[in-house]
C-alpha cells in the first residue's frame, strides 16, 4: 500500500488534524542525530478520547489500514507513506510530554520527541539492546560534546579567599577522623 516510506508526510498528517503524540523509536532517535535506519514511525498518545478522534481522521486522510498483532496498548497501521505504531501508555504520558522537546524535522514539520534517556529506556524494555547500546554511546557523545563546550566557552575559576579556608577544615578534619581511628600520623606543616 505504500508507495515509499516518508516520515514526514504520516507526521505531517498527524499535524494536520491536531494529534496530540510523543515521538518515539527510530525517526525520533534520528531527530536526535542517530544514524540508524527504519522504516515506521513510532508515537506514543495520550489517553484523551478527543485526541483518538483526531487520530481517526488524521488516518482516513492516510489511507490507513490497521495491520499487524494489535496489544494492549498497540495498535499499528499502513498508510500510504509507510508504517505507523502507535502506543498508548495510559500512566506515564504525562511524565513522557514533560520530558520531551520540540525539533524540527525539516519540510517544516516539528514535533514533540522523546528525551535520548527515555528512548535508550524504551529499547531496553523491547529487548532491542543494539538500538539501547547504539542509542547510549549517541548520549555518552553528546554529554562529551556538551561538556567541552562549556569547558572552552566558561572562564578558569579564580581562587577564592574562603578556598584556603576550606583546605584547612579539610586538614583538620582528616587530621580529627585519624585520630579517632587511633591511626594518628605526622602531619608535615607547610607554610602557605
Given at each position: 500500500?505504500?508507495e515509499e516510506?516518508?516520515p514526514?508526510?504520516?507526521?505531517?498528517?498527524?499535524?494536520?488534524?491536531g494529534?496530540?503524540?510523543i515521538?518515539?523509536g527510530?525517526?525520533?532517535?534520528?531527530?536526535?542525530?542517530s544514524?540508524?535506519?527504519?522504516d515506521?514511525?513510532?508515537?506514543?498518545?495520550?489517553?484523551?478520547?478527543?485526541?483518538?478522534?483526531?487520530?481517526?481522521?488524521?488516518?482516513?486522510d492516510?489511507?490507513?489500514?490497521?495491520?499487524?498483532?494489535?496489544?494492549?496498548?498497540?495498535?499499528?497501521?499502513?498508510?500510504?507513506?509507510?508504517?505507523?505504531?502507535?502506543f498508548?501508555?495510559?500512566?506515564g504520558?504525562?511524565?513522557?510530554?514533560?520530558?520531551?522537546t520540540?525539533l524540527?524535522?525539516?519540510?517544516?514539520?516539528?514535533?514533540?520527541?522523546?528525551?535520548?534517556?527515555q528512548?535508550i529506556e524504551?529499547k531496553?524494555?523491547?529487548?532491542?539492546?543494539?538500538?539501547?547500546?547504539?542509542?547510549?554511546?549517541l548520549?555518552?557523545?553528546?554529554l562529551?560534546?556538551?561538556?567541552?563546550q562549556?569547558?572552552?566557552?566558561?572562564?578558569p575559576?579564580?581562587?577564592?579567599k574562603?578556598?584556603r579556608i576550606?583546605k584547612?577544615?579539610e586538614?583538620?578534619?582528616?587530621?580529627?577522623?585519624?585520630l579517632d581511628?587511633?591511626?594518628?600520623r605526622?602531619?608535615?606543616?607547610?607554610?602557605?
Amino acid at each position: 500500500m505504500a508507495e515509499e516510506f516518508d516520515p514526514l508526510r504520516i507526521l505531517a498528517g498527524l499535524r494536520a488534524h491536531g494529534v496530540s503524540y510523543i515521538l518515539i523509536g527510530g525517526v525520533a532517535a534520528a531527530a536526535h542525530g542517530s544514524p540508524v535506519e527504519t522504516d515506521d514511525v513510532d508515537i506514543c498518545l495520550p489517553p484523551d478520547n478527543e485526541n483518538l478522534e483526531r487520530m481517526g481522521y488524521a488516518l482516513e486522510d492516510l489511507g490507513a489500514r490497521e495491520d499487524g498483532p494489535v496489544g494492549e496498548h498497540r495498535v499499528s497501521f499502513m498508510t500510504v507513506a509507510g508504517r505507523l505504531d502507535c502506543f498508548e501508555n495510559p500512566t506515564g504520558f504525562a511524565e513522557l510530554d514533560e520530558a520531551a522537546t520540540t525539533l524540527d524535522l525539516g519540510r517544516g514539520v516539528t514535533a514533540r520527541v522523546a528525551p535520548l534517556e527515555q528512548l535508550i529506556e524504551f529499547k531496553r524494555a523491547s529487548g532491542d539492546l543494539q538500538g539501547a547500546a547504539h542509542l547510549t554511546a549517541l548520549a555518552t557523545s553528546a554529554l562529551q560534546e556538551e561538556q567541552e563546550q562549556v569547558a572552552v566557552t566558561s572562564e578558569p575559576e579564580k581562587p577564592r579567599k574562603t578556598d584556603r579556608i576550606w583546605k584547612l577544615l579539610e586538614d583538620v578534619d582528616s587530621f580529627l577522623t585519624d585520630l579517632d581511628r587511633g591511626q594518628l600520623r605526622r602531619h608535615r606543616r607547610t607554610n602557605t
